[in-house]
């Protein structure tokens, strides 16, 4: 048989937290990296990829095709439709965030059974896994734990920690009652991810999407109408750090680790905090709010901040920017070279 080098797969590779974890395995890692994505890479990514597939996650031949060709020995799942999008199609959302993890969690048991050792299967879950009931208990809960308040109110939020508990299976219990069990062959993990905001990407068909737009509308010189009210508070993180907690994840010993799901934290203004930040750095900046009392619905229905002790404590986990810094030295000069 052929030896063939480990690769790393990455769905929705085209997507936003594609774009920066492309980049920082290009630099890192001397593994091929595969992806998948519904359209084509876009063309700065494409000379640091091995290969490029154009096709859906919901295409089984298509990865019926990657898995004769690739040994893959690290996967990250990103390929998803947001929290916004999904609620204008939710059996669509539903199709492509729980079948298309589906098709990819078999896909790496495959993998694994056919290479008898383990695939790491990384997973970016999200705060949208959460649903507190209303604005006030939204207040008292404060740092909501990983256990707490798994009530989610969109379809997304209910694919992300259904998928969870899928990765869970797969790792643990896959085929339980098979004579031989070939559970444990998924190694599969999962970061809770906040509001992640890129200097490079906007992203589109999120909620949480009022924090990137208000700042590239500002950089870019055009008026905003902010979707939620100056009070609004969710936890929110500098993409650099997301796609470092996802690739330290990847790394971290397996006995090290508690649990399948991680919260990981970094700043949780509020959307007027983002609003003075953004005028000061750009004072030409028109920034109104019309609330939209739907897509409001969801953001307070999401925890006001998270506790990500366990990621700390089983996997290293701590940020490199805080409020002021992912503003200072990250946003604010990348945005304004990126529009210059
Ligand atoms: N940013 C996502 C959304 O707004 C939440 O994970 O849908």
Redesign the pocket.
């Known amino acids: 048989m052929t030896v063939r080098k480990p690769v790393v797969l990455i769905t929705g590779a085209g997507g936003e937290i594609g774009h920066g974890l492309i980049s920082r395995l290009a630099q890192g890692t001397s593994r091929p990296i595969v992806t998948l994505d519904v359209n084509p890479l876009d063309p700065a990514l494409t000379p640091l990829v091995q290969r490029e597939v154009t096709a859906s996650i919901l295409d089984t031949s298509a990865l019926d095709r990657l898995l004769s060709e690739f040994e893959v020995d690290l996967i990250f799942h990103l390929a998803a439709l947001?929290?916004?999008?999904?609620e204008f199609t939710p059996v669509m959302a539903h199709r492509v965030n729980v079948e298309g993890t589906l098709n990819l969690l078999e896909f790496a048991q495959k993998q694994a059974e056919s290479h008898d050792r383990p695939v790491v299967f990384m997973y970016?879950?999200?705060?949208?896994a959460y649903g507190l009931p209303d604005v006030e208990t939204k207040r008292r809960a404060g740092r909501v734990r990983e256990d707490e308040w798994a009530t989610p109110t969109?379809m997304?939020?209910c694919n992300?920690l259904y998928c969870e508990q899928l990765g869970r299976y797969y790792s643990r219990h896959y085929k339980q009652l098979a004579a031989k069990t070939k559970s444990g062959l998924v190694d599969f993990r999962a970061v809770r991810?906040?509001?992640?905001i890129s200097a490079m990407t906007v992203?589109s068909?999120?909620?949480?999407?009022y924090a990137p737009e208000m700042i590239h509308a500002a950089a870019r010189g055009e008026a905003y109408a902010c979707f939620v009210r100056p009070d609004t508070q969710i936890p929110f993180m500098a993409m650099p750090d997301g796609v470092d907690a996802l690739l330290r994840l990847a790394d971290a010993p397996r006995e090290r680790l508690t649990r399948t799901a991680y919260n990981v934290g970094a700043f949780n203004p509020t959307a007027a905090e983002i609003q003075q930040v953004v005028a000061r750095a750009f004072p030409a900046a028109t920034i109104t709010y019309q609330v939209d009392a739907k897509r409001q619905g969801?953001?307070d229905s999401?925890p006001a901040d998270v506790d990500d002790r366990a990621a700390r404590a089983d996997w290293g986990y701590c940020p490199s920017h805080d409020f002021t810094c992912a503003f200072s030295e990250y946003l604010i000069p990348t945005i304004r070279q990126r529009y210059a």
């Open positions: 947001l929290s916004t999008r999904s970016p879950s999200s705060i949208a969109t997304y939020g992300k991810s906040p509001g992640l992203p068909g999120g909620t949480s999407d969801i953001v999401w």
